[in-house]
């Protein structure tokens, strides 16, 4: 590349503890190829409200080489307000990176990064979740039920992608007027109907073979929607309202 590129990795975070910390220094160590420059960035959905108290914040402060944010209830609107600042800042591709989705090895982000050196470039970069072998069988179904869905239902994954600043201003910001407490309304905006947008207004979508991110295999519950509208769900950055029964087999709380 004869220019330097400006990225940025965006993580938003929602009740995740020291998660945060231990996805964003995985994150921060991972190889960035030669002729890009790349900022961390973590957006906290603070939970209790006094950042002193919120152990989600207090970890994303401790992370090295990452700058916090206080971002508002609800992942769509925490995804817009960190998208817009990206563009206000002048980065040229824009990453939103799970706090509860690590990369399964260093060269996640090159892999990713490299992909937008293409002439042209694609508008939007997308990753494979993947539950691993610690998960046995079950996350080997949630796995394969993965494949099959990315054929028949294209989306971006949730998990981890990576657009580009011209995609973002052509068909964002996400549409805060739907329930943001429902993880499949929610997730009908961000993965689905952001995936038709950009297809049909921008331009092409791609997943790097090597772009590999984990994926917990519980979340598979959460798609389902008569599963993730009861109180069982306390949320994914900020989706849903904190409910009493942890241990959730959907949101992974």
Sequence with gaps: MSLCMKA???????????????????????RVPEGWDVAYEAWVTLSPPDKELCDTWQNAMAAENVEVFEAPQGKLSARNVAHDHAVEEG??????WDADAPPHH??????????????????C?????ISGRKHGLFGALVDTAA????????????QCH???????????????SVDQTSLPEVRA?????????????????????????????????????????????????????KAENRGCGGCGK
């Design 125 to 129: 970069v997308n990753t494979r979740p």
């Design 8 to 30: 940025v990795v965006q993580i938003p975070a929602y009740e995740e503890g020291r998660t945060v910390y231990d996805t964003a220094t995985e994150i921060t160590n991972q």
């Design 162 to 176: 990576a657009l580009t600043a011209e995609a973002w201003q052509a068909v964002g910001p996400f549409d805060e």
């Design 189 to 241: 905006e961000e993965e689905l109907g952001f995936y038709r947008r950009v297809k049909q207004e921008v331009g092409e979508i791609v997943t790097p073979p090597d772009a590999t991110v984990y994926n917990d295999p519980r979340r598979a519950a959460c798609k389902v929607p008569f599963v993730a509208d009861t109180d069982h769900c306390t949320g994914r950055v900020g989706t849903f309202e």
């Design 91 to 96: 980065y040229d591709v824009f990453f939103s």
């Design 147 to 158: 494949t099959v869905e990315d054929i028949l239902t294209p989306h971006v994954h949730g």
């Design 106 to 123: 260093s060269d996640v982000l090159a892999s990713m990064l490299t992909a937008f050196e293409a002439d042209p470039p694609p508008a």
